[in-house]
Protein backbone atom coordinates (compact mmCIF):
# COMPACT_ATOMS: atom_id res chain seq x y z
CA UNK A 1 0.00 0.00 0.00
CA UNK A 2 1.08 3.35 -0.89
CA UNK A 3 0.02 7.17 0.51
CA UNK A 4 -0.25 10.13 -2.09
CA UNK A 5 -0.59 13.26 -1.01
CA UNK A 6 -0.43 16.37 -3.37
CA UNK A 7 0.01 19.97 -2.17
CA UNK A 8 1.00 23.71 -3.64
CA UNK A 9 -1.80 24.55 -6.25
CA UNK A 10 -3.42 27.83 -5.88
CA UNK A 11 -4.27 30.76 -7.65
CA UNK A 12 -1.49 32.56 -10.13
CA UNK A 13 -2.02 34.85 -12.79
CA UNK A 14 -0.75 34.20 -16.16
CA UNK A 15 2.73 33.94 -16.53
CA UNK A 16 3.64 33.10 -13.01
CA UNK A 17 4.81 29.97 -11.63
CA UNK A 18 3.86 27.45 -8.74
CA UNK A 19 5.63 24.12 -7.18
CA UNK A 20 3.13 20.75 -6.58
CA UNK A 21 4.69 18.39 -4.36
CA UNK A 22 3.62 14.99 -4.14
CA UNK A 23 4.58 13.09 -0.64
CA UNK A 24 4.60 9.81 -1.13
CA UNK A 25 4.47 6.91 2.67
CA UNK A 26 3.90 3.39 2.88
CA UNK A 27 5.57 0.87 0.82
CA UNK A 28 7.52 3.51 -1.47
CA UNK A 29 10.21 0.76 -2.74
CA UNK A 30 7.58 -0.94 -4.42
CA UNK A 31 7.26 2.37 -6.92
CA UNK A 32 8.94 2.66 -10.47
CA UNK A 33 7.52 5.45 -11.60
CA UNK A 34 5.77 8.77 -10.46
CA UNK A 35 3.35 10.69 -12.54
CA UNK A 36 1.58 13.77 -12.74
CA UNK A 37 -2.10 13.95 -14.78
CA UNK A 38 -4.28 16.80 -14.75
CA UNK A 39 -7.80 17.13 -15.52
CA UNK A 40 -9.68 20.37 -16.15
CA UNK A 41 -13.69 20.01 -16.09
CA UNK A 42 -15.35 18.24 -18.68
CA UNK A 43 -11.82 17.07 -19.92
CA UNK A 44 -10.57 13.50 -19.67
CA UNK A 45 -7.44 13.38 -17.24
CA UNK A 46 -4.25 13.70 -19.23
CA UNK A 47 -0.40 12.67 -18.51
CA UNK A 48 1.39 15.93 -17.76
CA UNK A 49 4.90 14.61 -16.55
CA UNK A 50 6.32 11.25 -15.58
CA UNK A 51 9.70 10.35 -13.84
CA UNK A 52 10.74 7.08 -13.97
CA UNK A 53 13.11 5.57 -10.63
CA UNK A 54 15.77 6.08 -12.97
CA UNK A 55 15.14 9.46 -13.37
CA UNK A 56 14.35 9.15 -17.04
CA UNK A 57 11.43 12.01 -17.83
CA UNK A 58 8.74 12.41 -20.02
CA UNK A 59 6.61 15.27 -20.62
CA UNK A 60 3.30 16.17 -22.32
CA UNK A 61 3.98 18.05 -25.56
CA UNK A 62 1.69 20.98 -24.18
CA UNK A 63 4.00 21.61 -21.16
CA UNK A 64 7.76 20.93 -22.58
CA UNK A 65 10.27 23.30 -21.70
CA UNK A 66 7.57 25.17 -19.18
CA UNK A 67 7.01 22.59 -16.64
CA UNK A 68 9.53 20.26 -14.29
CA UNK A 69 9.17 16.92 -12.92
CA UNK A 70 12.22 16.40 -10.51
CA UNK A 71 12.03 14.09 -7.67
CA UNK A 72 13.75 13.71 -4.09
CA UNK A 73 14.18 10.19 -3.68
CA UNK A 74 15.55 10.65 0.51
CA UNK A 75 12.16 12.47 1.55
CA UNK A 76 9.98 10.68 -0.64
CA UNK A 77 8.88 13.16 -2.89
CA UNK A 78 8.38 14.14 -6.14
CA UNK A 79 7.78 17.53 -7.06
CA UNK A 80 6.35 19.37 -10.49
CA UNK A 81 7.08 23.41 -10.94
CA UNK A 82 5.04 24.91 -13.23
CA UNK A 83 6.62 28.35 -14.84
CA UNK A 84 4.92 30.28 -17.55
CA UNK A 85 1.14 29.42 -16.64
CA UNK A 86 -1.22 29.58 -19.75
CA UNK A 87 -5.14 29.72 -19.10
CA UNK A 88 -4.98 26.57 -20.77
CA UNK A 89 -3.43 25.14 -17.91
CA UNK A 90 -5.69 25.37 -15.10
CA UNK A 91 -7.20 22.08 -13.75
CA UNK A 92 -6.76 19.45 -10.78
CA UNK A 93 -3.39 18.19 -11.10
CA UNK A 94 -3.23 14.76 -9.38
CA UNK A 95 0.51 12.69 -8.65
CA UNK A 96 0.32 8.55 -8.61
CA UNK A 97 2.46 6.30 -7.60
CA UNK A 98 3.06 3.75 -10.39
CA UNK A 99 3.80 -0.12 -8.95
CA UNK A 100 4.03 -3.43 -10.55
CA UNK A 101 0.16 -4.47 -9.48
CA UNK A 102 -1.70 -0.78 -9.58
CA UNK A 103 -1.27 2.70 -9.44
CA UNK A 104 -2.15 4.92 -6.53
CA UNK A 105 -3.46 8.43 -6.64
CA UNK A 106 -3.89 11.17 -4.61
CA UNK A 107 -6.88 13.61 -3.99
CA UNK A 108 -5.36 16.14 -6.08
CA UNK A 109 -4.40 20.11 -6.02
CA UNK A 110 -6.44 22.50 -7.71
CA UNK A 111 -4.56 24.88 -10.09
CA UNK A 112 -6.10 27.96 -11.14
CA UNK A 113 -4.80 31.00 -13.58
CA UNK A 114 -6.26 33.92 -13.58
CA UNK A 115 -5.48 37.54 -13.85
Known amino acids: QVHVVESGGGLVQPGGSLRLSCGTSGSVSSIWRMAWYRQAPGQRRELVASITNGGITNYADSVEGRFTISRDNANNTVYLQLNSLKPEDPAVYYC?????????WGQGTQVTVSS
Open 96 to 104: TAQTQYRDY
